[in-house]
């Protein structure tokens, strides 16, 4: 297992960054590799983000040093999200099949945390998102059947879009995590436009289902500092909590979105109008 630490930057500090160090500091390139469990700390909200690529061999999820305890959800949650092949989770010698857009909530305090594939040839793609907790709620199995399913957006403004919302105070209790993704509808390219901030929580992306070809131009930065980062699929993007988080594809695509900090409301948002962005 790999872990990379990303330490928080001051919003006047990222003005200067340039594309690379912009990349180097929010940018996730490699979320999973076959037959191993990759994660990124980052100290925005303690939120980990990662991927498990099971192959023959299932994965273990340990604690590295940088989680400090002595197993992974001592002290923290986890969401799971499947957007590869069927896979399965076992959670302290309880089995959960998950398909893919499955998710998998696992309370705090669980010890033993096994990632498995169906089939290593069409391996199963779990995306992790882990926050502190500070108490236990049960473990929940949540196919998108069981998702809160929204509707928004519309063709003319080139962001018609379903947003699934797993973990979420109307679905499954949590502590702060909150967790979901939404699908770009073909024709469409923008996500979260008109753009917000929510200063009292952090983001993060995951692009995915987006062909080898494609990008989607991230933004981010402040409302009037606006910067920009190239992403291919299945990467990933740290949003600190004054930053906007919006992005448009050169193709429709699908999106996790994963937030941890003072409020799990959906609808905590300090909205921007176009206009005001620069």
Excluded at 169 to 188: A, K, N, R, W
């Amino acid at each position: 297992m790999q872990i990379d630490v990303r330490h928080a930057s001051h919003p006047e500090a990222v003005r200067d960054f340039d594309t690379e160090t912009l990349r180097r500091h929010f940018l996730v390139e490699t979320v999973f590799a076959s037959g191993e469990i990759r994660l990124t700390y980052s100290h925005y909200d303690r939120m980990v983000i990662g991927g498990a690529t099971p192959l023959g061999p299932g994965l273990t999820l340990t604690a590295p040093t940088a989680i400090g305890q002595e197993t992974f959800l001592a002290e923290r949650e986890l969401g799971a999200l499947n957007i590869g092949g069927a896979g399965r989770i076992i959670v302290d010698g309880t089995n959960y099949d998950l398909a893919k857009y499955d998710c998998l909530y696992v309370g705090k305090g669980a010890k033993d945390i096994r990632f498995e594939s169906a089939d290593a040839a069409n391996p199963a793609k779990f995306y992790l998102v882990s926050t502190p907790a500070h108490q236990t709620h049960p473990t929940v199995l949540l196919t998108r059947e069981k998702a809160r399913h929204l509707t928004p957006g519309e063709a003319a403004t080139a962001n018609k879009r379903s947003i699934y919302q797993f973990i979420h105070p109307d679905v499954c209790q949590s502590c702060q995590l909150t967790l979901g993704f939404t699908m770009i509808e073909p024709g469409s390219v923008w996500n979260t436009m008109p753009a917000h901030t929510h200063d009292r929580r952090m983001e993060a992306y995951l692009y995915f289902d987006l062909e080898a070809e494609q990008r989607v131009f991230h933004f981010m930065g402040e409302p009037q500092q606006t910067r920009h980062m190239l992403v291919a699929n299945e990467q990933a993007v740290i949003s600190p909590p004054w930053s906007i988080h919006s992005g448009a594809g050169t193709k429709n695509y699908s999106f996790i979105w994963a937030m941890a900090g003072d409020n799990k409301s959906f609808t905590d948002m300090d909205h921007i109008a176009i206009a005001d962005l620069r």
